[in-house]
């Protein structure tokens, strides 16, 4: 080892089957092309292209072009920066972050500039004489707004600096949060001086906006008339002061007259407690959100203890192998092909799955988590697939297989299942080998095991040659739980406290 280094493609580094990135399994190795070359016996050769595109050339066509050269050399298909695994990690997470800085802020200050204007409301309400007699002494209005205005900026501004205060320290465990995730050179927090400027402004201008509406009502009345005790507004309503009501006691009239005398006030009081319960919930759920995924995905549809893949397809037999070795519980194999699936004009890439008829470890499931029987016959569509490539049950598929010989055929849809989670298309194995006519052969193995010796079955699978990976169950959620828990509970913690 000479170095340590990365690049664009590897700032998010996970193994193919391993949605989160773990050092501990995975490692990104370079070397030069000639010593690559002659270990694995590939002088003069090359199994993969990165190409640069001049400006203002269209993407799509480019990959349209490679597509059409390289098909007769087994070329599986190209695709533009935008597919590829750790770009599209790392833009859709900074797309959603984009959108939580502007909505979330948004709707704190409408929150905060409705509670700040309900206090000052009351407060100008009891000071009401008082401001009815100045303007009666010739003081001008200006002077009294500009009173409200010093009173509402200290708290703005108090508010504000212990707002960038806890964003800052805020945004650091944010960071520190992400560099288990994305692999930077260099990933240091930033605070440019604009943003706690802009965020100070709009604290001011949102404090000053509900100062404005409270101070409204008070200055547009004439002092005469603002010195006498405000009439309940409830007064004005002929209904509350029917036969029935007079006979209601003195505490239940306060009652009804505080909450429809003023309706406005008491639909945003209503609606602002009610938004509370969202926010506490959407701290929370999260975790459960996740848990119900992991869940779903590990002990209903994943059965087995860990996934065994190979380097290429390889005969069933390996099935039979591993079912034989000590403290093997369990086996299934099942074929995956990366294939395109076609309906129209519309297509979509991705991993043709082929499975047993009666496969246990490895079964599709429904909303109601009930396993869902394999048509032996046709493909067996999630529905956010159907609904990306718009077709139903009996709707024909063009089905190009992108590996190999390249086979392309036509399959029905024989059955669309809700499951919760993914694009997935399955398929009755031995059909999907007699469609690509390469026999009875497997590209991974799900493997029960038992439990006290686990640990010893997995050393063994991996040292065999043909063995690319095995994906154990509990090795990953472990990870999940170092990645995610922290990132989640954080900000669990923030929104519920707001």
Same mark, same amino acid.
Request: glycine share 6%.
């Given at each position: ?44 050769? !090359?199994?993969?292209? @990165?190409?640069? %595109?001049? *400006?203002?050339?269209? +993407? $799509?066509? =480019?990959? &349209?072009? #490679? ?116 692999? !930077?050179?260099?990933? @240091?927090?930033? %605070?440019? *001086?604009?943003?706690? +400027? $802009?965020? =100070?402004? &709009?604290? #001011? ?294």
């Amino acid at each position: 080892i000479v170095g340590i280094a990365n690049s664009p493609e590897f700032l998010y580094a996970a193994r193919p089957g391993n949605p989160l990135p773990d050092d501990r399994t995975f490692v990104v190795l370079w070397a030069g092309e000639k010593a690559i070359a002659a270990a694995f016996d590939m002088e003069g050769a !090359f199994n993969a292209i @990165a190409a640069s %595109l001049a *400006p203002g050339v269209e +993407a $799509a066509r =480019v990959v &349209a072009d #490679l597509d059409r050269i390289l098909e007769p050399y087994g070329a599986i298909g190209a695709y533009g920066r935008n597919d590829q695994s750790s770009h599209r990690f790392l833009s859709d997470e900074l797309t959603e972050q984009r959108t939580l800085a502007l909505i979330v802020p948004a709707v704190f200050f409408a929150v905060g500039a409705f509670l700040l204007n309900v206090v000052l409301t009351r407060l100008i309400e009891t000071q009401r004489e008082q401001i009815a007699a100045l303007k009666a002494l010739g003081f001008p209005s200006g002077a009294i707004v500009w009173h409200y205005a010093k009173f509402v900026s200290v708290i703005a501004l108090l508010g504000a600096a212990a707002g960038a205060i806890m964003g800052a320290r805020y945004g650091q465990g944010m960071i520190n949060n992400y560099r288990p995730f994305f692999r !930077f050179p260099e990933l @240091a927090y930033v %605070l440019p *001086p604009w943003l706690p +400027a $802009a965020g =100070v402004a &709009a604290s #001011l201008v949102s404090a000053l906006s509900a100062a404005a509406f409270a101070l409204h009502r008070v200055l547009r009345l004439a002092p005469a008339e603002a010195m006498r005790t405000p009439v309940p507004a409830t007064s004005r309503f002929a209904m509350l002061e029917g036969a029935r009501l007079r006979r209601w006691s003195p505490v239940a009239k306060m009652v009804w007259r505080a909450i429809f005398g003023r309706p406005i006030r008491s639909i945003f009081t209503v609606v602002g407690l009610a938004l509370s319960i969202p926010m506490v919930v959407l701290g929370l759920f999260w975790w459960d959100a996740l848990a119900y995924m992991v869940d779903v995905q590990f002990h209903f549809v994943d059965r087995g203890d860990a996934t065994v893949a190979f380097d290429d397809a390889v005969s069933d037999r390996a099935i039979r192998e591993i079912a034989h070795l000590p403290d093997v519980v369990a086996v299934e194999g099942l074929r995956s092909t990366p294939v395109k699936l076609t309906a129209g004009h519309r297509s979509y890439r991705m991993s043709l799955t082929g499975l047993d008829a009666n496969a246990a470890l490895r079964a599709p499931r429904d909303m109601t988590l009930a396993a869902t029987p394999l048509p032996l016959e046709g493909l067996l569509m999630t529905r956010g697939l159907a609904e990306r490539l718009g077709v139903a049950p009996g709707s024909v598929v063009v089905v190009e297989s992108l590996e190999g010989r390249r086979r392309v055929f036509e399959l029905p849809v024989a059955a669309i299942v809700d499951e919760p989670l993914g694009y997935n298309a399955y398929i009755e194995i031995g059909r999907l080998n007699a469609l690509l006519r390469e026999g009875k052969v497997v590209t991974q193995v799900v493997v029960r095991a038992d439990a006290g010796r686990a640990e010893t079955v997995w050393r063994s699978l991996a040292e065999r040659p043909r063995v690319l990976a095995t994906a154990v169950k509990s090795t990953w959620l472990r990870v999940f739980d170092e990645k995610i828990k922290d990132l989640v509970v954080l900000s669990a913690v923030v929104l519920t406290i707001f």
